[in-house]
Protein backbone atom coordinates (compact mmCIF):
# COMPACT_ATOMS: atom_id res chain seq x y z
CA UNK A 1 0.00 0.00 0.00
CA UNK A 2 3.03 1.84 -0.21
CA UNK A 3 2.10 4.11 -3.29
CA UNK A 4 -1.69 4.35 -2.31
CA UNK A 5 -0.71 5.55 0.82
CA UNK A 6 1.34 8.51 -0.07
CA UNK A 7 -1.38 9.47 -2.31
CA UNK A 8 -4.36 8.70 0.22
CA UNK A 9 -2.50 11.29 2.58
CA UNK A 10 -1.82 13.79 0.18
CA UNK A 11 -4.83 13.92 -1.26
CA UNK A 12 -6.29 14.43 1.99
CA UNK A 13 -4.19 17.28 2.75
CA UNK A 14 -4.28 18.56 -0.33
CA UNK A 15 -8.20 18.52 -0.13
CA UNK A 16 -8.67 20.19 3.07
CA UNK A 17 -6.02 23.16 1.13
CA UNK A 18 -8.18 22.80 -2.24
CA UNK A 19 -11.33 23.06 -0.09
CA UNK A 20 -9.94 25.89 1.90
CA UNK A 21 -9.40 28.03 -1.42
CA UNK A 22 -12.68 27.19 -3.09
CA UNK A 23 -14.50 28.03 0.01
CA UNK A 24 -12.89 31.78 0.90
CA UNK A 25 -13.39 34.81 -1.14
CA UNK A 26 -11.38 35.55 -3.99
CA UNK A 27 -10.11 38.32 -2.56
CA UNK A 28 -6.48 36.95 -0.90
CA UNK A 29 -5.46 37.83 2.85
CA UNK A 30 -2.77 39.96 3.23
CA UNK A 31 -0.92 40.61 6.91
CA UNK A 32 -3.05 43.22 7.92
CA UNK A 33 -6.20 40.59 7.22
CA UNK A 34 -4.22 38.34 9.64
CA UNK A 35 -3.87 40.99 12.17
CA UNK A 36 -7.14 41.93 11.84
CA UNK A 37 -8.87 38.61 12.86
CA UNK A 38 -6.56 38.12 15.43
CA UNK A 39 -7.11 41.00 17.23
CA UNK A 40 -11.21 41.00 16.94
CA UNK A 41 -10.81 37.33 18.22
CA UNK A 42 -8.22 38.82 20.77
CA UNK A 43 -10.77 41.36 22.33
CA UNK A 44 -13.80 39.06 22.00
CA UNK A 45 -15.31 40.14 18.94
CA UNK A 46 -15.19 36.53 17.37
CA UNK A 47 -14.29 33.00 18.48
CA UNK A 48 -11.71 30.97 17.76
CA UNK A 49 -12.60 30.63 13.74
CA UNK A 50 -13.76 26.56 13.32
CA UNK A 51 -15.34 24.59 10.64
CA UNK A 52 -18.57 23.79 12.71
CA UNK A 53 -20.91 26.86 11.46
CA UNK A 54 -20.54 28.03 8.09
CA UNK A 55 -19.61 31.87 8.92
CA UNK A 56 -16.97 30.80 11.21
CA UNK A 57 -15.85 27.84 8.94
CA UNK A 58 -15.35 30.77 5.91
CA UNK A 59 -13.05 32.86 8.69
CA UNK A 60 -11.10 29.47 9.27
CA UNK A 61 -11.10 29.01 5.64
CA UNK A 62 -9.59 32.59 5.02
CA UNK A 63 -7.33 31.51 7.73
CA UNK A 64 -5.59 28.32 5.83
CA UNK A 65 -5.92 29.77 2.47
CA UNK A 66 -2.58 28.51 0.70
CA UNK A 67 -3.33 31.68 -2.19
CA UNK A 68 -2.74 33.89 0.68
CA UNK A 69 0.88 32.53 0.72
CA UNK A 70 1.74 32.04 -2.97
CA UNK A 71 0.40 35.31 -4.04
CA UNK A 72 2.70 37.23 -1.23
CA UNK A 73 5.59 35.11 -2.81
CA UNK A 74 4.61 35.47 -5.76
CA UNK A 75 3.83 38.93 -5.99
CA UNK A 76 5.59 42.46 -7.41
CA UNK A 77 6.89 44.02 -4.56
CA UNK A 78 10.06 43.77 -2.91
CA UNK A 79 11.44 40.57 -1.02
CA UNK A 80 11.56 42.50 2.15
CA UNK A 81 8.23 43.52 2.10
CA UNK A 82 7.15 39.18 1.13
CA UNK A 83 9.74 38.55 4.09
CA UNK A 84 7.96 40.76 6.66
CA UNK A 85 4.08 40.11 5.14
CA UNK A 86 5.13 36.13 6.08
CA UNK A 87 6.58 36.77 9.20
CA UNK A 88 3.77 38.72 10.60
CA UNK A 89 1.43 36.29 8.85
CA UNK A 90 3.59 33.25 11.15
CA UNK A 91 3.56 35.33 13.78
CA UNK A 92 -0.13 35.46 14.11
CA UNK A 93 -0.28 31.89 13.23
CA UNK A 94 1.63 30.89 16.38
CA UNK A 95 -0.81 32.84 18.54
CA UNK A 96 -3.90 30.72 16.92
CA UNK A 97 -1.90 27.62 17.34
CA UNK A 98 -1.20 28.40 21.35
CA UNK A 99 -5.33 28.96 21.24
CA UNK A 100 -6.39 26.02 19.85
CA UNK A 101 -3.90 23.92 21.65
CA UNK A 102 -5.56 25.49 24.96
CA UNK A 103 -8.53 25.15 23.64
CA UNK A 104 -8.57 21.27 22.76
CA UNK A 105 -6.39 20.56 26.43
CA UNK A 106 -9.76 21.68 28.21
CA UNK A 107 -11.95 19.74 25.93
CA UNK A 108 -13.06 22.06 22.76
CA UNK A 109 -14.00 19.80 19.64
CA UNK A 110 -11.20 21.83 17.87
CA UNK A 111 -8.63 19.23 16.95
CA UNK A 112 -9.09 19.58 13.46
CA UNK A 113 -8.51 22.86 13.38
CA UNK A 114 -5.42 22.69 14.87
CA UNK A 115 -4.19 20.31 12.53
CA UNK A 116 -4.40 22.33 10.02
CA UNK A 117 -3.31 25.21 11.07
CA UNK A 118 -0.58 23.40 12.15
CA UNK A 119 0.53 21.95 8.46
CA UNK A 120 -0.38 25.36 7.08
CA UNK A 121 2.31 27.15 9.59
CA UNK A 122 4.67 24.45 8.44
CA UNK A 123 3.88 25.78 4.86
CA UNK A 124 4.42 29.58 5.73
CA UNK A 125 7.58 28.82 7.26
CA UNK A 126 8.68 26.74 4.11
CA UNK A 127 7.89 29.21 2.33
CA UNK A 128 10.04 31.97 4.13
CA UNK A 129 12.89 29.91 4.33
CA UNK A 130 13.00 29.53 0.61
CA UNK A 131 13.03 33.32 0.55
CA UNK A 132 15.44 33.94 2.75
CA UNK A 133 18.91 34.32 1.45
CA UNK A 134 21.10 33.77 5.20
CA UNK A 135 23.52 30.97 5.83
CA UNK A 136 21.98 28.07 8.21
CA UNK A 137 20.97 29.05 11.54
CA UNK A 138 20.82 32.86 10.78
CA UNK A 139 18.45 35.37 13.04
CA UNK A 140 16.65 34.57 15.91
CA UNK A 141 13.96 32.67 13.50
CA UNK A 142 16.11 29.59 13.24
CA UNK A 143 15.42 28.62 16.66
CA UNK A 144 11.87 29.62 16.62
CA UNK A 145 11.00 27.54 13.48
CA UNK A 146 13.06 24.60 14.66
CA UNK A 147 10.77 24.69 17.67
CA UNK A 148 7.43 24.88 15.87
CA UNK A 149 9.05 21.60 13.84
CA UNK A 150 9.51 19.81 17.53
CA UNK A 151 5.81 20.92 17.88
CA UNK A 152 4.69 19.21 15.24
CA UNK A 153 6.93 16.06 15.32
CA UNK A 154 5.12 15.75 18.45
CA UNK A 155 1.70 16.20 18.14
CA UNK A 156 2.31 13.24 15.15
CA UNK A 157 2.24 11.19 18.43
CA UNK A 158 -0.40 12.33 20.36
CA UNK A 159 -2.98 9.91 20.22
CA UNK A 160 -4.94 11.20 23.22
CA UNK A 161 -5.58 14.25 21.06
CA UNK A 162 -5.13 13.80 17.25
CA UNK A 163 -6.48 10.67 15.29
CA UNK A 164 -4.77 8.64 12.95
CA UNK A 165 -5.78 10.96 10.25
CA UNK A 166 -4.71 13.88 11.72
CA UNK A 167 -1.60 12.61 12.69
CA UNK A 168 -1.08 11.73 9.03
CA UNK A 169 -1.62 14.51 7.89
CA UNK A 170 0.80 16.77 10.01
CA UNK A 171 3.37 13.88 9.58
CA UNK A 172 2.56 14.73 5.88
CA UNK A 173 3.32 18.33 6.27
CA UNK A 174 6.94 17.84 8.27
CA UNK A 175 7.61 15.62 5.32
CA UNK A 176 6.76 18.63 2.68
CA UNK A 177 7.77 21.25 4.12
CA UNK A 178 10.62 20.59 6.50
CA UNK A 179 13.28 20.65 3.79
CA UNK A 180 13.32 23.79 3.12
CA UNK A 181 12.83 24.54 6.59
CA UNK A 182 16.14 22.41 7.59
CA UNK A 183 18.10 24.82 5.46
CA UNK A 184 17.89 27.75 7.54
CA UNK A 185 18.01 25.67 10.81
CA UNK A 186 21.36 25.40 12.55
CA UNK A 187 23.14 21.88 12.52
CA UNK A 188 22.42 21.61 16.61
CA UNK A 189 18.65 21.58 15.61
CA UNK A 190 18.62 19.58 12.88
CA UNK A 191 20.60 17.08 14.59
CA UNK A 192 18.60 17.42 17.73
CA UNK A 193 15.24 16.91 15.55
CA UNK A 194 16.08 14.34 13.65
CA UNK A 195 17.03 12.46 17.04
CA UNK A 196 13.42 13.28 18.37
CA UNK A 197 11.78 11.69 15.09
CA UNK A 198 13.62 8.53 14.97
CA UNK A 199 12.79 8.22 18.44
CA UNK A 200 9.21 8.08 17.94
CA UNK A 201 7.67 4.42 18.39
CA UNK A 202 6.76 2.67 15.26
CA UNK A 203 3.23 3.72 14.28
CA UNK A 204 0.73 0.42 14.16
CA UNK A 205 -2.62 -0.12 13.41
CA UNK A 206 -3.56 1.94 10.81
CA UNK A 207 -1.83 2.05 7.57
CA UNK A 208 -2.11 5.58 6.57
CA UNK A 209 -0.31 7.17 9.67
CA UNK A 210 1.93 3.96 9.55
CA UNK A 211 3.18 5.20 6.76
CA UNK A 212 3.06 8.94 6.67
CA UNK A 213 5.23 8.66 10.19
CA UNK A 214 7.69 6.39 8.19
CA UNK A 215 8.25 9.20 5.16
CA UNK A 216 8.57 11.88 7.49
CA UNK A 217 11.04 9.69 9.68
CA UNK A 218 13.25 9.40 6.35
CA UNK A 219 12.89 13.15 5.11
CA UNK A 220 14.38 13.79 8.79
CA UNK A 221 16.67 11.48 8.66
CA UNK A 222 18.10 12.45 5.06
CA UNK A 223 17.64 16.62 5.06
CA UNK A 224 21.12 18.22 5.36
Known amino acids: MGAS ?3 AVRLGLGLFLAVASAKAEDTHWTSREYVDLYFRHYNGRVPLPHLREDAQKALF ?4 DPRNITRIAEASVSQDEKLRQ ?3 ILAVLGAYRAAYNVAVIVGEPLEQELTLVQAYSLQVAGTLASLMRKP ?3 GD ?3 AWATLVEGVIASTDD ?3 YSPAQSAILAEAVTLHYPAIAAVLTKDDRRRLRAQALALKPAHGNAARREAMARMKRVLSTAP
Do not use: F, V, Y
Open 159 to 161: SEH
Open 5 to 7: GTW
Open 141 to 143: ASS
Open 136 to 138: PGA
Open 86 to 88: LRI
Open 61 to 64: NHLI
